[in-house]
């Protein structure tokens, strides 16, 4: 009943909308359009999918996820750190099922959210991408981006503090798997760009589809490329592992700090 309430109020918020679903599909459309401007058919086609909207997808999907994660922090803030608390306190559920149903509505809805951009891609933009590893990818993400969410809550007493932080993380990842700034690993090997996230997440999209895109920095003029390979199921175990230790810390660090904090 309560995740029910929560699931409801994330979907009727335009935010959602925008942010989640909205957002990544222009951002797509321009990158893809920009992308196949006077390269002819033949050399934009591989297997009957689109090269720049396969390359192109996991990185885009996944990156949104994090205005996911600040769904629940709009919860926690707004009914934990107002006087909304002593209302919920009143009623004869605990407050960590309000807490733990807020968590799981998050979840839900970023994964709904980013399987719809997915369903777009793939019938839209013609993009290619394994169901079953990009479900589990998509839903690791989504659990990982709301456990940082509320570890930034029991964090940071103030929620423009908490969103200054989400947003930071993302960007910085982005930076550093798409601007070089921290070296990416030769394709079967696992480097530090494994180790984020969006990285751990993107990769094993990346891995499962077969192909990725790859930018160089000679002098600084970043020449974007689409490396095609076999698909590697042995990388998409690894970062899907990767991803799943991630998922388990930021959990183990959301329980450690909430009962210091008896939050």
């Not at 947003?167 to 690993?185: E, K, R, T, W």
């Not at 077969?210 to 003029?221: D, K, R, V």
């Not at 974007?224 to 998922?247: C, E, P, W, Y």
Request: proline letters at 4%; hydrophobic letters at 60%.
């Amino acid at each position: 009943m309560i995740l029910k309430h929560y699931l409801s109020r994330i979907a009727k918020d335009p935010i959602n909308f925008l942010m989640l679903i909205l957002f990544p599909l222009v951002m797509l459309t321009i990158f893809i359009t920009t992308s196949i401007q006077g390269v002819p058919f033949e050399l934009r086609s591989y297997n009957g999918f689109c090269i720049q909207a396969t390359s192109m997808l996991a990185f885009n999907v996944l990156f949104f996820q994090y205005f996911g994660g600040m769904i629940v922090t709009d919860f926690l803030y707004s009914e934990f750190r107002t006087d909304i608390r002593w209302r919920l306190m009143a009623t004869p559920k605990s407050l960590k099922s309000f807490i733990l149903s807020a968590i799981g509505a998050s979840i839900i809805i970023g994964a709904i959210n980013g399987a719809i951009v997915l369903v777009v891609a793939r019938f839209v933009f013609n993009a290619y991408f394994n169901i079953p590893i990009t479900v589990i990818a998509l839903l690791g993400m989504s659990a990982f981006v709301t456990l940082f969410g509320v570890l930034c809550f029991q964090i940071f007493p103030k929620k423009g503090t908490t969103t200054a932080v989400i947003m930071v993380f993302a960007f910085a990842q982005m930076l550093a798997i798409n601007f070089g700034m921290i070296p990416a690993p030769e394709l079967g090997e696992i480097g530090v760009v494994n180790f984020l996230p969006l990285g751990a997440a993107s990769m094993a999209m990346n891995y499962a589809g077969g192909m990725m895109i790859t930018l160089n920095n000679p002098e600084l003029g970043f020449e974007a490329g689409i490396t095609m390979f076999g698909v590697d199921m042995n990388m998409v175990l690894i970062n899907l592992g990767i991803l799943g230790g991630l998922i388990v810390a930021a959990l183990a660090a959301v329980i450690i700090v909430g009962r210091k904090r008896k939050i």
